[in-house]
């Protein structure tokens, strides 16, 4: 299963921006899709999950300014990033895990990542 992210880019702070991530592939079912992020120097960091039922779980440094959605349709996810912030820049990658068809093997995927740069 490959996981195609996009929608990074220069974003004065602020500003908004939204990533979107496809899942291609003989996907079967999708549980989890997450959105993690690793800034320059620094560990990567869960921002923000969402399951298949709908349930979603933000990081404490996102909370109120990011949304995490899906289209289970489309095997997408997307983050709305709003009130950007310099502590906001890094790489942001998507993560999905899941079932593949015919066999129902699990798979568990990472997209290429997604710079997202906060500066004036």
């Known amino acids: 299963v490959q996981l195609q992210a996009s929608g990074g880019g220069l974003v004065e702070p602020g500003g908004s921006l939204r990533l979107s991530c496809v899942a291609s592939?003989?996907?079967?079912?999708?549980?989890?899709m997450r959105w993690y992020r690793q800034a320059p120097g620094k560990q990567r960091e869960m921002v923000a999950i969402?399951?298949?039922?709908?349930?979603?779980v933000y990081a404490d440094s996102v909370k109120g300014r990011f949304t995490i959605s899906r289209d289970n349709a489309r095997n997408s996810v997307y983050l709305q990033m709003g009130g950007l912030n310099p502590e906001d820049t890094a790489v942001y990658y998507c993560?999905?895990?899941?079932?593949?068809?015919?066999?129902?093997?699990?798979?568990?995927?990472w997209g290429q990542g997604t710079l997202v740069t906060v500066s004036s």
């Open positions: 993560n999905v895990d899941g079932k593949t068809y015919p066999k129902y093997w699990d798979f568990d995927s």
């Open positions: 969402i399951t298949n039922g709908g349930m979603t």
């Open positions: 592939g003989n996907i079967f079912s999708i549980n989890e």
